[in-house]
Structures are given as C-alpha cells and as structure tokens.
C-alpha cells in the first residue's frame, strides 16, 4: 500500500481528501501510544550524537544529555517551549533532515513501538479511517513516522522561521492538553464526521481533553488518571507492550 500525502496541521486550507471523504477519524497522541518511546527524548539523543563539526547542530550549539532537553519544574506546556528553544540559529531543513535519518533508525528498533497502538493505527486505515497524529512533538520527526504508517494529517507544535528558513526558537502554541482538544474540535469542524462517530487514543493525563472530544476513546498503558476514567466510562484499554514494526498486537473492536 503507498502511504498518502502526509499533511501537517489543520489550518485555513482545506484538509486532505481522504479526511474529506471519512466517515470516521481516529486520533492517536504519538509517544508512547504509537512509538514506544517519548520521540522528542529520543531524537535529542541521537542530535547531539550528531553534533561534531559539520554536524546537525548550529554554531554555538550546547549539546547535552538528553534529560537536559526538558527542564524540570515547569508544566508540559514551558518544557515544550524549552526544548524548541534549543533548536533556534538550526536551518529547518537541516532539523527536517535529521528527523528523517533518525526515523530510519529508531524505526529499526526491536522495541520502537506500542504494538497495541500501532495495530489500532492499521486497523483504522485499513477500515478507510481518516487517521490524525496529534502530538507535542514536531513535524520534522512525525513526518516520516506519518508516511511510514500512512496517517492522513499530523496536527503537532509548529516551530517558527525566520524568512532565510532558519528556526526562531519559538513556537506557534505547543500541542499539549487542552491544545489537542482544541486542534480536533477545529479540525473536525471542516469535515463530515461527526465526533460522536470519532476515535481517540492517549497514554496520558494530558490526553484526556482530546479524549473527551471524540465518541470513541480509548486508553492505551496504566496511567492512574485514564484507567480511572476508563473504568467509569466503559472506555477500552490497550497494553503499552513494546515491539518492533512489523508486530501487529490484537487492536480493540
């Protein structure tokens, strides 16, 4: 099967065809509920790995751990601006560039994905779904994730450019709680779906919001917060089991 066209967020234009066409959308946060890891951790790893001379970072580029990439002591919301903040003085194709060959990597892994989640993914696009990433996460580490697994639109925090194609360091808004709820309640406002007839699937308390907006919603892991929920709504729970690409985990019905 060829993967389509993967658009970035829902805006002004019009959304993609298939999306147009749906009678159903499914929306999956990405870490941890499709990729078994936090992909914004993750890439800075393999970044920095990458920042000799003539490497992916910038002049004057401090590279560090990648526990350093988030601050401690903010909400998720500042932690988010924090860590686009260290990409600021990177031309955006050499992040777009990066994001690729990390994909190609990590994709490899035996443990890279949530075989629950990503079964759910398939199952949905094999049924003629209309499926939406909605993640903190950036563009230039979705998009090959979004092609890989054929996800129509991937609705992320969108980093800002200078007009020489240079990122600022800023963001537009981090796609972050209340902020996913929000990007699929416009999103779905230009399509013929209705969110009743919608699905959703999160691993975190900061998922809840875009649970809620959908009909369908499922939790995928054991955090407390949405087990509760799960429990008192009657929503589906998936395991968050790890396993490689080319596992296909028995999806919820």
């Given at each position: ?15 993609p ?7 159903h959308?499914?929306?999956?946060d990405?870490?941890?509920t ?8 993750d ?7 990458e ?16 526990a ?14 924090a ?47 209309g ?52 990007a ?9 779906a ?60």
């Open positions: 099967m060829t993967a389509p066209a993967v658009e970035r967020t829902a805006g002004p234009h019009s959304p065809e298939r999306l147009a066409r749906a009678g959308i499914a929306f999956f990405v870490d941890e499709v990729l078994a890891a936090k992909s914004m951790l890439f800075w790893s393999y970044w920095t790995l920042s000799e001379p003539g490497g992916f970072l910038s002049d004057g580029g401090h590279p560090g751990p990648a350093r990439a988030l601050p401690a002591g903010a909400d998720r919301a500042e932690r988010n601006r860590y686009y903040r260290r990409f600021a003085g990177v031309p955006l194709a050499r992040l777009q560039r990066a994001g690729e060959q990390w994909y190609a990597a990590y994709r490899r892994n035996r443990a890279a994905f949530v075989t629950a989640g990503l079964a759910a993914l398939d199952r949905h696009r094999d049924a003629g779904h499926v939406v990433l909605v993640s903190g996460s950036t563009h230039a580490l979705l998009a090959p994730l979004a092609r890989d697994v054929g996800a129509d639109l991937v609705l992320c925090t969108e980093q800002i450019t200078g007009p020489d194609g240079v990122l600022t360091g800023e963001v537009h808004h981090p796609m972050i709680g209340e902020a996913k709820a929000r699929v309640t416009a999103l779905l406002a230009q399509l013929p209705a969110a009743e007839d919608c699905f959703g699937y999160g691993d975190h308390t900061s998922d809840l919001a875009m649970l809620r907006a959908v009909g369908r919603p499922a939790v995928v892991g054991g955090d407390p917060a949405l087990l509760a929920q799960a429990r008192r709504h009657g929503w589906p729970v998936l395991p968050a089991t790890a396993g490689p690409r080319t596992a296909r985990a028995a999806a919820v019905g």
